[in-house]
Structure formats: C-alpha cells, structure tokens
C-alpha cells in the first residue's frame, strides 16, 4: 500500500496529520505499513498531485476525503470530523478508510 502525505513549506498540522496516520494504521493492523511525506512548493506540482490542501493524505493515489469541486492550490485544508473543523482527518476517521483498503 503507498501512502503519501502531502504539505506545504512549514505546515503547521503535518505532524498531528503523521501522528493520527500512523496510530491509524497501527490500529488497523498495518503497523509495517509506512508512508511518505512530501511538500509541494509549487501550484503546478499542486495540480499534477491533486493537492487541495495542507495536509493532503493520498492513498494508492487517491484522496479519500476529496471534496468535490475543490480547486487544486498550495494553502492549509479543513476536514470535517465529528469534533468539528480541524487541520488533519481524525484517527477514527482515518481508521474507517484504512480498513476500507486493508
């Protein structure tokens, strides 16, 4: 499985994005399941990628909380979880996708 962590220079959620990643995976028993981290410094890669937004969590290449009609662009993303908006998907809802997958 690839996964690949897209951000911004100096996003301030990437670390809480890789923290809940990697409890999500471990929690789902894909704890030799790792992941990339990758910045897109530019609009054009961020079109290429598919980048919405800092972070951006792709899965096998695909965005599992793409929001349709969002426009490709280097700025922060806001994910909708049950606590309300936050910078990163929460680790239930990562571990929903996951499971999906595994």
Known sequence: MEIEVLVVPDCPNEKVAAERLRQALDDVGL???GFTTRVVADQAEAERSGFTGSPTILIEGR???AEPGRAPGLACRVYRTPGG???APGVEQLRQV???LS
């Open 98 to 100: 996951l499971s999906r």
């Open 31 to 33: 704890r030799e399941v």
């Open 85 to 87: 908006l936050a910078g």
């Open 63 to 65: 965005d599992p909380f």
